[in-house]
C-alpha cells in the first residue's frame, strides 16, 4: 500500500489533525514544515477570512497542507425544536445573567460549497480532506480537477467502501477514541463505533486505497502500531492541543491537564451531532447524548454565550473541551518537535 509521504509529499507519515475552534494557520505551517501534514480546519471560516488563512499559509510553508471542510446537509429550522432545547437552559441563563431572547439563532458552521471550492482551485492546497461523507459530485470533480489529493473519514468498514467508491485518494479510519466530532455519514447510530484498532485493520482489508489511522494515538509507540497493522500513515489531534501554536483556550488547556481528562465522552449537547470531550457540567446534567438537541449544528447557538460568560470567569462549565481518549501525549512542546517526536 501506498504511503502517504508518496501520497501527499512529505517526509512524516503524520497528519495533524484539523481542529476547528483550537487552531488557526499557525498550527498547520508548523507541522507542514517539519515534515508533517499541517491541516487548517475551514468549516467555521467565512471566504473572506479563509483567503487570509491561505494566503498565510502559502507566506510561511513551501510544504504541502490539508484543507478540512465539513459536508453536512443544512438542517431546516425547526421553530418548536429551538424552543424546546434553549428553554433547557433557563436556570442557567438566569445565574449567568443572560437574556435569553437575546441569544442568536444562527448556524456556526458551513458545509463545503461553491465558493469555497473556488478558493481551493485558486489556492491549489496538496490536500483537501472532508468530514461527514463527501461533497455533492460537482463539488468533488472541482476539487480533484484543480489537482488536490481527496480524503475523507470512515467510522465503519460501510463508510470506506463509499468513500472509495467516490474515488477517494485515501480515507481516515477514524476510531471511537478520537476527540472532536464523529465523522460518521451512513448512520448516526453510535452503536457502530468502535475502536481505532478494531477499525483500522478492517478497513485496510476492505479498500485498496490508503488508510490513515486515527483516534487514541498520541505517541511514536501508537503509531508504530498503527503502521504495523496497515495504516499508510496516522492523524493525530489531541496530543497538539498544548502546543503553543494551538489556539486551545486557557480553561481548555487547564482541563487537558487535570485529572478530568481521564473521563471523556460522545456528546450532542454542544453541536447536534456526537462529538468527544471532556466531561463538564453542561455534559453532566443535560447529556451527554439528550434527544431534544436541535440538529447540527443548530444546538450550537444556546451555549455559547454562557461558554462565554463562564470563560471569562475561569470555567469551563459550558465549553466544549473536545479531547481524545488518550492525552497523554498532550505536551507544551513546539509543533515541530511534537511532530518529530511523533515519527520516532
Known amino acids: 500500500m501506498m504511503r502517504i509521504q508518496d501520497l501527499f509529499g512529505i517526509e512524516l507519515p503524520i497528519i495533524q489533525a484539523p481542529m476547528a475552534g483550537v487552531q488557526n494557520s499557525a498550527l498547520a505551517i508548523a507541522v507542514s514544515n517539519a515534515g508533517g501534514l499541517g491541516s487548517l480546519p475551514c468549516a467555521m471560516l467565512s471566504a473572506e477570512a479563509l483567503r487570509s488563512e491561505l494566503e498565510t499559509l502559502q507566506a510561511q510553508t513551501q510544504r504541502p497542507f490539508n484543507l478540512n471542510f ?10 418548536s425544536k429551538a424552543v424546546a432545547w434553549q428553554s433547557l437552559f433557563a436556570t442557567y441563563y438566569a445565574q449567568w445573567g443572560i437574556d435569553p431572547t437575546q441569544v442568536p439563532r444562527g448556524p456556526a458552521r458551513m458545509p463545503f460549497n461553491q465558493e469555497m471550492a473556488a478558493l481551493v482551485c485558486e489556492y491549489q492546497p496538496a490536500v483537501v480532506s ?5 461533497p455533492a459530485p460537482e463539488l468533488l470533480n472541482m476539487v480533484r480537477n484543480c489537482g488536490a489529493k481527496i480524503v475523507s473519514s470512515a467510522t465503519t468498514v460501510a463508510e470506506a467502501l463509499w468513500l472509495e467508491a467516490q474515488g477517494v485518494d485515501a480515507i481516515i479510519a477514524q476510531g471511537l477514541e478520537a476527540g472532536g466530532h464523529r465523522g460518521m455519514f451512513l448512520s448516526q447510530d453510535i452503536s457502530t463505533q468502535v475502536g481505532t484498532f478494531a477499525l483500522l485493520p478492517q478497513i485496510v482489508q476492505a479498500v485498496k486505497v490508503p488508510v490513515i489511522a486515527a483516534g487514541g494515538i498520541a505517541d511514536a509507540a501508537g503509531v508504530r502500531a498503527a503502521l504495523a497493522l496497515g495504516a499508510a500513515g496516522v492523524q493525530v489531534g489531541t496530543a497538539y492541543l498544548l502546543c503553543p501554536e494551538a489556539t486551545t483556550s486557557a480553561v481548555h488547556r487547564a482541563a487537558l491537564q487535570s485529572s478530568h481528562a481521564r473521563v471523556t465522552a460522545l456528546t450532542n449537547v454542544f ?3 456526537p462529538a468527544r470531550g471532556i466531561v463538564n457540567r453542561l455534559m453532566q446534567e443535560l447529556g451527554p447524548m439528550n434527544t431534544l438537541a436541535p440538529a447540527f449544528p443548530q444546538a450550537t447557538a444556546a451555549s455559547a454565550p454562557l461558554r462565554l460568560a463562564a470563560e471569562r470567569a475561569g470555567l469551563g462549565d459550558f465549553s466544549p473541551l473536545w479531547a481524545g481518549q488518550n492525552v497523554s501525549g498532550c505536551q507544551e512542546i513546539s509543533a515541530a518537535a511534537l511532530t518529530q517526536e511523533l515519527a520516532g
Do not use: E, K, N, V
Request: aromatic letters at 16%; charged letters at 10%; proline letters at 17%.
Open 70 to 79: 465539513f459536508c453536512h446537509q443544512p438542517p431546516t429550522p425547526d421553530a
Open 130 to 134: 472532508f468530514h461527514f461523507g463527501l
Open 271 to 273: 453541536s447536534g451531532r
